[in-house]
């Protein structure tokens, strides 16, 4: 969407010539004749940083409180203030930013500018908003040294504190672009960001996305944006779409200023240094996030981070409303989904689940706008036998509206395989275009909107650490995941990239061990090899999409081995890295597998320790983790869903007799049993609401899954009402 207006909002002139006195810089600015408008609180240091931009550039600088409310005025600002008092202050100061116009300067606002919602749609118009994100404490002190202690709009009772609190959310309404500013960021250091965000939002071209299997060589010269990876999903060559430039790195002073943020506060600062403005608008990306991660987590911390023992903690990532990780992607990614979408056609969403994945973006979609749900349909396949009986109530709740599940009498790796075939496979993605005016996508994490927010709540788990004091920020941690796809590792893995201090990936597997075996062996070994049922249903895979996202990182680039490795890997089943590549991967992570009586053995050893249960593939991490990391710096085991999800196993595992049938009546016995983490709110009313529904059940044929894709848009799309 932002796309398709690039070039017009970088390039389009506005001037407004409203009043008799107008500056024009006589040189070329970074952005044309637009502004660079500097916005933040008083004493963000916007006149100081703004001399020193407009000094780099060679542009005219313009204070608005000298240069337009003093000149206009013919009198100091303070003095207007106490003449007329704030309310007839902000009012006057809007009118006479009204009547200013200005083109190719550096403009620092006011702090109480951004008030006046008339003045700033005009200023707006001229230029770029950039807003000097200050921490509040260092505002307060700036100001004490100033000998300011009231500003505009502060009524008597008020502290400076709460109208700093109070005046920011009209900072992040107007702002183009966040220059986030460090606790013991000096001037000349804010000025350099602002050249720095000047130059990545004029440089749209530059934040684009390869496929890891195309030569970038022998490319067409066609650039794909974030805007296009979310909606196409899969790359056209049957690569993964991953940054041309990598991720941006972000210094201790910013990272210490995300420790003091909620969760939601977090994730929009990471996401909009991922995400370039003109692909999505920073108060979209806002909307966005704050709608994902909000009352809909059981947890208002919505990831927070639990000490278990020793040097172990847990990151909680099941407080969501499907009650599993996926949550804290699919709450955004089909928002950005239906933000991107082009107006033109129908999108089917096509989604392969072990199990958590399915629920998560069912929900997810079903909270689109109505606009929305009307041309976006998801179709979700799953395992009959793949999936625990709570997973499978979950999905197939979801029978109203545009999104529905069906299951397949095979494995997790037949629904990804087929689904895989079906992008591939240009007569009938042409057919359901020209013939039904419906596009694929997927859901799945091979889509790049998936990956990117779980990249949040590993920074996350770190800053809580710092916050809490268990690690001073640049000390170490090791993260220990549940891994069968390999999107959370790889997430993780990003998260190190942008400067998460995370010294070890632990990968750990259950008794399907392809990815320890190829981590410790360089050998990917798909022949005869069956795939085995366990108690932790999520990592029952053998093929591991990611994986080749993470060694097209760990082979830097080199997209030609990473087509033949896995065109090898389509063809025979089978390939191997090359041996210095091997010591490159056993430098960036460990891995190691647990069987399924040490899994039930984890869980109860746990429990009667410290009262905490831990679900399946939590304790199949901390097996791992006990085995394999040294203690000396903390570890994250990522727990990925809840244990009411496989009651079954969990009952098994505390020995626990007399077990009912009724899923819900099991999650009530569970209750009385486990003292933390609480009983999960949303899967208890999902499971009561549901009953048992019958649902579609397919057999492991391509041509019948294509015809379910077929109905299904009939179902979504087609249907006269």
């Not at 979310?230 to 779409?241: F, I, S």
């Not at 089909?334 to 929900?363: H, K």
């Not at 899994?599 to 429990?607: D, G, K, W, Y």
């Not at 079954?648 to 007799?657: E, G, M």
Request: proline fraction near 4%; hydrophobic fraction near 40%; charged fraction near 20%.
């Amino acid at each position: 969407m932002g796309l398709l207006n690039a070039n017009q909002l970088v390039l389009r002139a506005v001037r407004c010539y409203l009043s008799p006195k107008s500056w024009l810089s006589t040189k070329a600015s970074m952005l044309g004749d637009k502004n660079i408008l500097l916005m933040g609180p008083p004493g963000a240091g916007k006149t100081t940083v703004g001399r020193i931009v407009a000094h780099r550039l060679g542009l005219s600088v313009i204070d608005v409180d000298d240069d337009v409310l003093e000149t206009t005025w013919k009198m100091p600002v303070a003095a207007k203030l106490a003449a007329i008092g704030g309310e007839r202050f902000l009012e006057e100061e809007g009118q006479a930013l009204c009547n200013f116009s200005a083109s190719g300067c550096v403009v620092s606002l006011t702090g109480s500018n951004p008030l006046h919602a008339e003045a700033m749609q005009h200023i707006r118009q001229t230029g770029l908003v950039i807003y000097l994100d200050v921490h509040s404490e260092d505002i307060i002190q700036r100001l004490a040294r100033m000998k300011v202690n009231r500003i505009v709009g502060q009524e008597a009772g008020v502290s400076m504190k709460d109208i700093l609190h109070y005046r920011k959310q009209f900072y992040e309404k107007w702002l183009d672009v966040r220059v986030l500013c460090g606790t013991g960021d000096t001037v000349e250091d804010v000025a350099e960001k602002v050249l720095n965000a000047v130059e990545r939002y004029q440089n749209h071209a530059g934040e684009t996305y390869v496929s890891t299997r195309s030569d970038s060589a022998g490319s067409s010269g066609q650039k794909t944006y974030f805007s296009d990876v979310v909606v196409e999903g899969l790359a056209t060559d049957g690569g993964l779409y991953v940054p041309k430039n990598g991720f941006p790195k972000i210094d201790a002073h910013e990272w210490l200023r995300l420790a003091d943020m909620s969760y939601p506060e977090r994730a929009l600062v990471l996401l909009e240094k991922c995400i370039h403005p003109l692909d999505v608008s920073a108060l979209d990306l806002r909307q966005m996030v704050f709608k994902a991660y909000g009352s809909n987590f059981s947890s208002e911390a919505v990831a927070p981070v639990k000490h278990l023992i020793h040097n172990q903690y847990v990151l909680e990532l099941f407080h969501g409303p499907t009650a599993s990780f996926k949550d804290l992607a699919l709450q955004l990614m089909p928002q950005l989904f239906s933000y991107c979408l082009p107006q033109m056609c129908n999108y089917l969403i096509l989604v392969a689940t072990s199990g958590d994945t399915g629920s998560a973006v069912l929900s997810g979609f079903s909270r689109l706008s109505s606009t929305d749900k009307h041309r976006t349909g998801v179709l979700v396949f799953f395992p009959e036998e793949g999936v625990s009986e709570i997973q499978k109530l979950q999905m197939t709740s979801y029978k109203e509206g545009n999104a529905r599940a069906v299951s397949v009498l095979s494995d997790f790796d037949f629904c990804q395989r087929t689904i895989k075939r079906m992008f591939g496979e240009s007569g009938l993605t042409g057919h359901l275009a020209v013939e039904y005016g419906t596009v694929l996508s997927t859901a799945n994490s091979i889509n790049w909107a998936r990956l990117l927010p779980q990249v949040v709540y590993h920074s996350s788990a770190y800053l809580n650490l710092c916050r809490d004091g268990v690690i001073q920020f640049g000390e170490p941690v090791d993260v220990c995941i549940p891994t069968g796809n390999f999107g959370n590792a790889m997430s993780a893995v990003y998260a190190k990239q942008m400067g998460i201090p995370i010294r070890k990936v632990i990968c750990a597997s259950n008794h399907n061990r392809i990815i320890t075996d190829f981590i410790t062996t360089g050998e990917y070994d798909l022949r005869g090899r069956p795939l085995m049922l366990s108690h932790s249903p999520a990592i029952d895979i053998l093929k591991s999409s990611n994986l080749e996202r993470f060694i097209y990182h760990i082979s830097e680039g080199d997209s030609r081995l990473v087509k033949d490795l896995f065109t090898c890997l389509d063809r025979q089943q089978h390939f191997q890295v090359p041996e210095p590549l091997l010591g490159r991967i056993q430098q960036e992570v460990l891995a190691g597998w647990c069987s399924e009586d040490e899994c039930l053995a984890a869980i109860q050893s746990v429990h009667t320790q410290t009262g905490y249960v831990m679900d399946t593939h939590t304790a199949v991490a901390k097996v791992v983790s006990d085995r394999l990391q040294d203690g000396s710096c903390p570890v994250v085991l990522c727990s990925t869903a809840h244990y009411g999800k496989f009651a079954p196993a969990v009952f098994k595992a505390l020995q626990i007799q007399n077990i009912p049938e009724d899923p819900v009546e099991q999650l009530k016995k569970l209750r009385s049993t486990a003292s933390r983490p609480e009983m999960h709110r949303d899967m208890m009313t999902c499971l009561k609401e549901s009953g048992r529904r019958g649902h579609t059940v397919c057999q492991a044929d391509y041509s019948v899954l294509v015809e379910e894709v077929e109905n299904m848009i009939h179902n979504s799309f087609l249907k006269v009402m």
